[in-house]
């Protein structure tokens, strides 16, 4: 006879859930418990008994925070540990006054935030046999790497993007959130993340760089600070959509020093001084031009990927040609064009001097045939090298993977032949031994 399987003991924590408010605090409410109840746990409508109460308050009126008040002061009476989020979170120093007990405060939307702070009250509990969600969540991403959003919105008012009408301005999270999400990726089983946002070197500036505990310390939200510490985790750390800010040069030195990869995804979107000025972005190219030789100075296998636009309202022969020239000193390895297209929305369209069809296409295929000319020189120099490899993918005789220097998806690949079959997600030194315009091929050479 069979035995009839026990059941493990892992009894999903329970969360009793308090929604006070309109629509909007309602939707974030679902979005929480969906986020909760896809981790395992388990709601309740008593506070008593249950592991922890989350109360998502509304502070529009007078009589609307009373009720919140209320109702954080039964829950903390009847049960003791409770997390706030909501409007009312938007000013905690109200919540604090009348109830320091409270376990987390947060604002409106902070679903990550919310979700952490019970993550640390009670912890979920695991069982692969039971989950049908891993530990680290969903990831879109293989196994092996994943992406990291650090911030939502942007401060920029780049005159051809409407990012900023859509997602409003910059709101990043707290650096302690990040870092916990990429210390939990990393306990996952994840090598590599690649961080994103709008405008990375910007994180932070809207919360004043405030800090947060991570590994019981004080980490500053800003982007050296982050970068730092993501690079404590010893992993692969990849850096997209980096603004060109005079600090962002501050991180050059932790690329140097292999604390993240020597990797920066940098949009220029222009040499023109004139056109920059129209588009409303720095315009100092040759002051770029002096950063990024500076920035070789100091970390000489930096990998620089960058994306232009052409045919931008207003860009003249000259601009072009001028963009060009630029182009072929700043010798960028990596580069993405694209013909200027209106956006609904976009201010760009109101600006005189629209560059017609034929003549956006010619510059975009001059641009190209110059940047292919210089990227497949870049790669040339790196025949002979070893580089570390992370495996993607692999066939019967070689698997295909990736240098520091490629990010998935964008950019080129290393083809590594080897004598035993790799794996998936692991890292292996290849010897290059062949270059072709986009890609590398090699050797296996370590382990
Ligand atoms: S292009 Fe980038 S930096 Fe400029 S407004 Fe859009 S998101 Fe912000």
């Given amino acids: 006879m069979l035995d009839t399987p026990k059941k493990p003991d892992t009894a999903a924590p329970k969360v009793s859930f308090v929604s006070l408010g309109c629509p909007k605090a309602l939707v974030d409410s679902e979005r929480i418990i969906t986020r909760l109840r896809a981790e395992g746990y388990e709601l309740s409508r008593e506070h008593a008994g249950s592991d922890l109460v989350i109360v998502n308050t509304c502070g529009f009126l007078d ?55 019970v993550h640390r009250a009670a912890p979920p509990r695991h069982d692969p046999f039971l989950d049908l969600l891993p530990p680290e969540g969903i ?6 790497y994943a992406y990291l959003k650090i911030s939502e919105g942007c401060n920029h008012r780049c005159t051809f993007c409407i990012i900023p009408k859509l997602r409003g301005d910059l709101v990043s999270r707290p650096a302690g959130d990040v870092l916990r999400e990429a210390e939990r990726l990393a306990a996952a089983g994840v090598k590599e993340l690649l961080v994103i946002s709008q405008d990375t070197s910007a994180y932070g500036t809207d919360l004043k760089y405030a800090t947060s505990t991570w590994r019981g310390r004080e980490v500053k939200a800003k982007f050296l600070d982050l970068s730092e510490a993501l690079g404590e985790l010893g992993i692969w750390v990849r850096m997209h959509y980096v603004y060109p800010y005079p600090h962002v040069d501050d991180v050059i030195p932790l690329m140097a020093d292999r604390k993240i990869l020597p990797y920066l995804d940098i949009p220029f979107q222009h040499a023109s001084p004139d056109v920059l000025r129209r588009m409303k972005r720095p315009a ?25 636009i052409v045919g931008f309202p207003g860009e003249t022969d000259a601009d072009f040609e001028y963009l060009l020239q630029w182009l072929e000193e700043a010798s960028l390895d990596r580069v993405g064009c694209f013909k200027f297209e209106p956006v609904r929305g976009a201010p760009a369209n109101e600006l005189d001097g629209v560059v017609p069809d034929d003549v ?17 020189r870049r790669l040339k120099r790196k025949v002979g090298t070893r580089q570390q490899v992370i495996i993607d993918s692999v066939g019967p005789s070689v698997a295909k993977g990736r240098s520091m220097a490629d990010a998935p998806e964008i950019d080129g690949a290393v083809y590594v032949a080897s004598r035993r079959p790799m794996r998936v997600g692991e890292i292996a030194t290849v010897k290059i031994e062949r270059a072709d315009a986009y890609d590398l091929h090699g050797t296996a050479a370590g382990f």
């Fill in 63 to 117: 009589s609307a925070k009373a009720e919140s008040l209320g109702a954080i002061g039964k829950a903390l009476k009847e049960n003791g540990k409770v997390i706030v989020t909501g409007c009312m979170g938007a000013e905690p120093e109200n919540i604090t006054a009348a109830y320091p007990d409270v376990l987390a405060i947060t604002g409106p939307q902070q679903y990550e935030s919310v979700l952490d702070a």
């Fill in 284 to 308: 100092h190219q040759e002051k770029t031009l002096e950063r990024i030789a500076r920035w070789r100075d100091i970390c000489p296998d930096i990998t620089l990927r960058s994306t232009f």
């Fill in 360 to 376: 956006k296409e010619e510059r975009w295929h001059r641009f190209m045939q110059a940047q292919q000319v210089i990227s497949a």
């Fill in 139 to 144: 990831k879109l991403t293989p196994r092996h």
